[in-house]
C-alpha cells in the first residue's frame, strides 16, 4: 500500500527538524527523552515490516502497522503476516504500551511541578527580550537592584534584571523581565540585549565583578550609559578608566544625604519630591530637543514655557556639554540640547512633545 498523493504531499510538508527545535524550547529533558521512546519505536516499525516481510511492505505500511499497534487501536493487518511478522508486532505492542504509559506519567509529572510552564513562559520571555531596543539593564537584584527596579518600573521604564538568585514569589515588576544568570557573563550580556540596551547599572555587590561588567558592557556598546556602584573609594578611578559613565558608592552617597537631612531637610525634601515619581504635583525632568521640533532654534523667551506652559527652566545643557543655570530668555535651544525642567507631570509631558515634534501651541 503506497501512500496517496495528497498524503505524500503532508509528508513532504512535516519539517521534524522545526518539531524538534519545538520540543526541545518547550519540553522539560524528562519529557523529551520520553517522547523519543513511543517514537523510536514508530521508526522500528517503520523499517522492521518490510524487513521481516519483504518488498511488498513499504516504510509507510510498517509505519502503520506500528502506529496502529502502539495505540491499541488494531483494525486490521495491512498485509498478511507472516510468523515473524507476527512475533515482531508481539513486540511492537508491549513495547508500545509501555512507552505510552511512560510518555503519560512523564507528562503528567512535567504539568504537576510546572515545568512545562516554566519553559513556555522562558520562551516567551526570550521573545520578548528579542524585541526590545532601547532598554536598560540592572545586573544584581539586592538591596540597591531592588530600589533600583522599583523606581524604573514606577517611572514606566522597560528594563531587564540580571541576577544569580532565583526570585520567590510572582515577579513584581511590570516593566521588567528576568534573566537568572551571572552578569559578568558576556553571552547573558548579549542575552539582555546590552548591544539594543540605552543604559546599563551595574548593583553587584563586588566590586571586581562591576568592574568586569563594566568593561565587557563597554565593549559590546559604546554608546551604553553605564552607572556602576563602587565599594571601595579606590574602585570609581578604575571603573571610569574602563567606561563607567557615573560611579555610585552607597555609602558616601549616603552619609552626604544623612549630613544634608540635618542642615538643609527643606531643601533635601523638596529634591525627593521633584525626582520621584510617585509626586505628581511638582517633577524635575530632562528633555532632549530634537532636529525639527517645535523648540528646536527658538530662544526660550520666544517659546514662553513659563507663560504658557507653567514650567520653570532650572538649566540648559548645550550639545557641547556646556551646562547653564537659570538660562536668559536670548538662549537658543539648539537640536542635541537638554532641558532641566521644573513643573507638573502633565505639563512635562506637554514640554516633551513640544521637544520631540513639530507641532507648537
Known sequence: MNPQPSQRHWISRFNPVGFARLAHRTLPLR????????????????????????????????????????????YCETHTLSLAGRAFTVLIAFGGIFSIGFLATET??????????????????????????GHRIVCGCG?????????????????????????????????GLRIE?????????????????????????????????????????PKLTIVSRA??????????????????????????????????PTALHFLEMTTRPEFQDTQIEEIRVLEGSALANRSFKAARLVQDYGIIIVGYQRPTGDLLYAPHGDTVMEPGGVLIALGRRLQLDVLEKLARSSEAK
Open 31 to 74: 519529557l523529551r527523552w520520553a517522547l523519543l521512546v513511543p517514537v523510536g519505536f514508530l521508526a522500528v516499525g517503520s523499517v522492521g515490516y518490510p524487513l521481516i516481510e519483504g518488498d511488498h511492505w513499504s516504510s509507510f505500511d510498517g509505519f502503520y502497522m506500528a502506529a496502529i499497534t502502539i495505540t491499541t487501536i488494531g
Open 181 to 221: 544568570g551571572n552578569a559578568t557573563e558576556d553571552d547573558v550580556l548579549r542575552q539582555a540585549g546590552t548591544e539594543r540596551a540605552s543604559a546599563l547599572i551595574t548593583a553587584v555587590g563586588s566590586d571586581a565583578d562591576n568592574l568586569y561588567i563594566t568593561l565587557s558592557a563597554r565593549l559590546m556598546n
Open 231 to 264: 565599594e571601595e573609594a579606590e574602585a570609581e578611578a578604575k571603573l571610569r578608566r574602563v567606561g563607567a559613565n557615573h560611579v555610585i558608592s552607597p555609602y558616601l552617597a549616603g552619609g552626604h544625604r544623612a549630613v544634608q537631612a540635618v542642615l538643609r
Open 108 to 133: 503528567v509529572r512535567a504539568i504537576v511541578t510546572g515545568e512545562i510552564q516554566g519553559l513556555l513562559g522562558k520562551h516567551r520571555m526570550e521573545e520578548d527580550l528579542a524585541q526590545l531596543s
Open 143 to 175: 538591596r540597591m537592584g531592588k530600589i533600583v527596579c522599583e523606581d524604573l518600573d514606577r517611572a514606566g521604564a522597560p528594563f531587564v534584571v540580571i541576577d544569580t538568585a532565583t526570585p520567590s514569589g510572582p515577579w513584581p515588576y511590570r516593566h
